[in-house]
């Protein structure tokens, strides 16, 4: 991505996720797949051990697409975003966890001990601008390393998908993380690929042990499994709560869905021969 | 807001707060949405729970009645324990309102249900 094109060289995160661009978040299908696909990564990266419903943090909820990717695999989650208009849209859609207006770079409201995980699709790099005349990036960085290590649990894990803008932000993250006292390091999946390579920080809570890190993703021959068998692994593995074994989307999946928010008492339209039913394509 | 988010939310974050804990909470509108209800998921989240907030919470907004004073030391068999316990984590949100910090006075404002914890860069450490 060249430098211009960099949202955070635009504006501060509160000014330019505006009802315009929150909205492309409900309509853009592109960046909603992205979005939800870093957010399942994120989830796959916390490699929560057993089958349990988590509690778990959002960091940077923006409308609450990865909160429905946590919601689907059966966590509870409280989501936080500095911008309104964001939030407005994640109200719209109805999400599940529960919503806070506040600045990752302020320090997190909670109690100690509070999350067992945490996760943040494309946020962290806001983090390293200096938008106010007040604002101090590494300042800023370490208060809410410190913050964030404090939440979790002892055990507990922050997955960060991210997009530093060079080789000294992403030390200058990882310097800030690691003061603040988190294992860990950057996954780097498709490192091959500049088009498909996606950044991961993975922080670990006071695992004394030696940690090690998973595994990343690439399409280079001879390498680890390709993302999309993985998934396809990591569905199949999973005896969620529900039992899913539908694939996303497939009618089967939104019948689920639709059913799930019945019993939740949300207001559903009824299944028909139309549900789930693919749009014939325009032209 | 949900309870049980009021129950973690603090104002450390701000310069010279020590605790930041509870914050005072004032109701203009509340809301009951009915939840689903899981057992084993209510009864693990139960020691995370400051139970006397909780009790606190509910009695300030209106919802006294919600749950017993004291938590129930069999609460994992309980299942009507667990059922108001769950209620009134989950299923009361405060709509509007405010929260206010324990020590400095600092205002929360609660708005379509999302509590606003923006702080000014000088208020923080």
Redesign the interface.
């Known amino acids: 991505m060249s430098s211009a094109r960099r949202p955070e060289h635009i504006a501060p995160p509160d000014i330019f996720y505006n009802e315009e661009e929150a909205r492309k978040y409900t309509q853009n299908t592109r960046i909603m797949e992205i979005q939800s696909e870093m957010a399942t990564r994120c989830i796959e990266l916390l490699e929560i051990p057993d089958e349990?419903?988590r509690?778990i943090l959002d960091i940077g909820c923006g409308s609450g697409l990865s909160g429905e990717c946590l919601d689907d695999d059966g966590h509870?989650w409280?989501g936080?975003d500095?911008s309104q208009s964001m939030?407005?849209v994640a109200?719209e859609r109805e999400v599940e966890g529960?919503?806070?207006?506040?600045?990752m770079g302020?320090?997190?409201?909670?109690?100690a001990?509070?999350f067992d995980y945490a996760i943040s699709v494309s946020a962290l790099q806001w983090l390293c601008n200096k938008d106010?005349t007040?604002?101090n990036p590494i300042q800023r960085l370490i208060?809410f390393f410190t913050?964030l290590y404090a939440v979790l649990n002892t055990g507990g894990r922050a997955v960060f998908q991210f997009y530093p803008a060079d080789e000294n932000q992403k030390s200058l993250i990882m310097a800030q993380a690691t003061r603040a006292g988190f294992n860990g390091g950057v996954l780097i999946d498709f490192p091959e690929s500049k088009k498909k390579m996606k950044l991961y920080l993975v922080l670990t809570v006071g695992s004394t042990v030696s940690h090690s890190m998973p595994d990343a993703l690439s399409d280079a021959p001879a390498s680890t499994v390709s993302y999309a068998k993985r998934q396809s692994n990591h569905q199949r593995n999973k005896n969620d709560l529900r039992n899913r074994t539908a694939p996303k989307f497939s009618r089967e999946w939104i019948l689920e869905k639709k059913e799930?928010r019945r019993?939740?008492?949300k207001n559903v339209r009824s299944d028909t021969k139309y549900t789930a039913r693919k749009r014939a394509d325009r032209f | 807001m949900k309870l049980f988010t009021h129950n973690m939310l603090t104002s450390k974050m701000i310069k010279n707060v020590k605790v930041g804990y509870p914050l005072k909470l004032n109701a203009a509108e509340v809301k009951v949405t009915p939840s689903e209800f899981r057992s084993t998921y209510v009864s693990r989240m139960l020691p995370k729970i400051d139970w006397g907030v909780l009790y606190e919470a509910t009695q300030s907004i209106g919802h006294a009645e919600a749950i017993p004073s004291s938590i129930s030391d069999d609460y994992e068999k309980n299942e009507d324990f667990l059922r108001k316990a769950h209620h009134a984590l989950f299923e009361i949100e405060v709509i509007n309102g405010e929260m206010i910090c324990p020590e400095t006075g600092r205002k929360f404002p609660i708005k379509d249900g999302i509590p606003n914890m923006l702080v000014n860069e000088d208020e923080v450490n």
């Not at chain 1, 529960?98 to 600045?103: E, G, K």
């Not at chain 1, 302020?106 to 109690?111: A, D, I, S, V």
């Open positions: 349990e419903s509690l509870t409280v936080m500095i939030l407005s109200l529960d919503l806070l207006l506040a600045d302020e320090g997190l409201p909670f109690r001990g509070t106010k007040v604002h208060r913050s799930r019993r939740q008492g």
